[in-house]
C-alpha cells in the first residue's frame, strides 16, 4: 500500500531520542498568577521532538476515488510526546457518521468504508503539541459516471453525410468530461458502430453511410469513470438517397488508339537437343493488327512444315520441329501494318545429344 511505504519512509527519517523524564515534582511550584506559562515552559522543556506531518506524495495531488470505493489514508507524523491529532472537513468537524480516525502514536488513519460525492472536499489534519502546531491538507474528490446528453438531433443529411447536434449532459458526475463517443445504426441490422471516440465538440458530421440505408444515432458522454450508462438518441432517422444520374450531351471524342508495331518481350537465345522440338517467344502491341512474318537467317520460312507459326492477343510463338544441326542459326520475328514495321531476332543452337 502506497502510503503504508510513506510511513516506513517517515519514520525512519527522523533520529531516535532517549524517553521523557517526568518533571521534578519536588521542585519549586509557580506561582497563580504564572501558573499558564509556567505549564507552557515546563511542556516546552520537557518536548523533545517538535510537531511535524510527513504527507505521502501521492497525497499532496487531488486524491480521486470512484463512487462505492474505499478511502483509507494513513497520515504519519511526529512529535514527543504523542501530538494531539484532529481532523476537519471543509473547515468543518468531521461527521462521525461515515468517517472514522484512528490516531496512533506515529500516525493518523482516515477512513470511508463506502465513499459518496458529498464526501469531496478538503480535508486537514492538525497535529498540536503545546504551542506548536503542523497541517497537512488533502483534498479528495469522489467521482462517478456522468449523465447522459440532454438532447440530440439530426440538423442535415446530403449525400452520404449527416450532420447531429446535443447538449451537454446535466451530470458530469463530479469531474470533468472527456469528450463524447458517437455511434450509428442501420435500420437493416440494428447492430451499433462506433463512428467517434473522445470527441470534444458538441456537434459532428458523420460520413461514408451507404447510400439507400437508414441511420439511427446515438451518443454517450465520457469522464474518468467511463461512459454514461445510456445515451442520447436521434428521434428521427437519416435516410440516404441515391442521388439522380446526371447525363451530359456534349459529344464523346473518341480516342485513336493506332500505333506502329513495338516488341514488348524480344526473342531469347536458347541451345536445344537435336530431335526435342523447341518453340520461340515474344510479344508485341500494335494497332491495327500486324502482320507477322518468320525469318530463318533472313529468308521466309512461311509455309515451311517444319515450323508451325501462332499469334494471339500479341503473343507470337514458333515451334521448331525436331531440329537437326542444320536448324540453329537467327531467326527473326517481324510485324507490320499501315503504320510500320519491328522485328526482334534470337540465335538457336542446335547439339547432338549426349551419348
Known amino acids: 500500500m502506497e502510503v503504508a511505504t510513506a510511513r516506513e519512509v517517515a519514520s525512519g527519517s527522523h533520529a531516535q531520542v532517549d524517553e521523557m523524564r517526568p518533571v521534578d515534582a519536588e521542585g519549586p511550584q509557580a506561582s497563580p498568577q504564572r501558573e499558564v506559562g509556567g505549564q507552557s515552559r515546563q511542556l516546552q522543556l520537557a518536548m523533545e521532538e517538535h510537531p511535524k506531518i510527513w504527507l505521502p506524495r501521492a497525497l499532496r495531488q ?5 463512487v462505492g470505493e474505499t478511502v483509507n489514508l494513513l497520515i504519519p507524523f511526529q ?15 468531521l461527521d462521525a457518521s461515515r468517517v472514522s480516525v484512528r ?11 463506502e465513499a459518496q460525492r458529498a464526501d469531496s472536499g478538503r480535508y486537514q489534519l492538525r497535529v498540536q503539541l503545546g504551542g506548536l502546531e503542523a497541517t497537512a491538507t488533502i483534498d479528495i474528490l469522489v467521482i462517478e459516471r456522468p449523465g447522459p446528453p440532454r438532447s440530440i438531433k439530426l440538423v442535415d443529411v446530403w449525400g452520404s453525410n449527416a450532420t447531429l447536434e446535443w447538449t451537454p449532459p446535466q451530470d458530469t458526475g463530479n469531474t470533468a468530461l472527456l469528450g463524447y463517443t458517437v455511434q450509428k445504426a442501420d435500420t437493416k441490422s440494428g447492430l451499433w458502430f462506433t463512428v467517434l471516440e473522445h470527441h470534444h465538440r458538441t456537434s459532428c458530421i458523420v460520413s461514408d453511410l451507404v447510400v439507400g440505408n437508414s441511420y439511427a444515432f446515438r451518443v454517450f458522454a465520457e469522464n474518468q469513470c467511463g461512459l454514461s450508462e445510456t445515451a442520447a438518441v ?18 464523346f471524342a473518341q480516342r485513336d488508339f ?12 536458347c541451345t536445344t537437343i537435336t530431335g526435342y522440338d523447341t518453340q520461340l517467344f515474344c510479344c508485341v502491341r500494335a494497332s491495327p493488327k500486324p502482320k507477322i512474318i518468320w525469318l530463318k537467317n533472313k529468308i521466309d520460312i512461311q509455309g515451311n512444315p517444319k515450323y508451325r507459326a501462332l499469334s494471339h492477343l500479341g503473343v507470337c510463338s514458333l515451334e521448331i520441329r525436331k531440329p537437326g544441326p542444320f536448324d540453329g542459326g537467327i531467326y527473326t520475328c517481324k510485324a507490320i501494318n499501315a ?10 543452337d542446335v547439339k547432338d545429344a549426349p551419348h
Open 234 to 251: 436521434t428521434a428521427d432517422l437519416a435516410h440516404i438517397q441515391k442521388a439522380a444520374a446526371v447525363y451530359k450531351t456534349k459529344g
Open 103 to 113: 490516531n496512533g502514536e506515529q500516525d493518523s488513519i482516515l477512513f470511508i468504508r
Open 79 to 93: 512529535g514527543k510526546p504523542k501530538p494531539q491529532a484532529t481532523w476537519t472537513h471543509n473547515g468543518c468537524a
Open 258 to 269: 493506332s500505333e506502329a508495331p513495338k516488341f514488348t518481350q524480344p526473342l531469347a537465345d
Open 339 to 348: 503504320l510500320g514495321e519491328a522485328s526482334v531476332d534470337c540465335r538457336v
Open 62 to 66: 487531488t486524491y480521486i476515488r470512484k
